[in-house]
């Protein structure tokens, strides 16, 4: 079985554009985010699976990683959630794609690259 992406900040504007485009072109992300009722209904609207989970534990985004092929992080503002989700995906070894424009998180990120 091939394994899917998660997309995390599902439930907000453009995780929502995101999850629903995915939908539309045969894609099956597993929606992720630290509200329970939001992403499960937003996973409901759209049949698709989902994880809840924060980012403020490490080993609670290490379990929500769990046999997913990248990260799509589309949760802001992300000077603050950019460096947990990176650091998750370092230690699971899958990759991570984000949304953001802020130049800080393309620096963490750079930063982080030689880890990768």
Not at 29 to 49: F, V, Y
Not at 52 to 69: K, M, N, S, T
């Amino acid at each position: 079985m091939a394994k899917s992406f998660l997309l995390y900040g599902a439930y907000g504007y453009t995780g929502q554009l995101i999850a629903e485009l995915a939908k539309e072109k045969g894609l099956n992300p597993i929606l992720a985010g630290r509200s329970a009722e939001k992403t499960q209904r937003l996973a409901e609207n759209l049949g698709m699976g989902y994880r809840v989970f924060g980012l403020d534990r490490p080993e609670d985004i290490d379990d929500g990683l769990e046999g997913v092929a990248f990260v799509l992080h589309a949760a802001g503002p992300f000077n603050h959630t950019a460096r947990p989700m990176m650091e998750a995906c370092l230690r699971q070894g899958i990759h991570y794609l984000d949304i953001t424009g802020e130049i800080a998180v393309f620096e963490l990120a750079a930063a982080l690259g030689p880890r990768a």
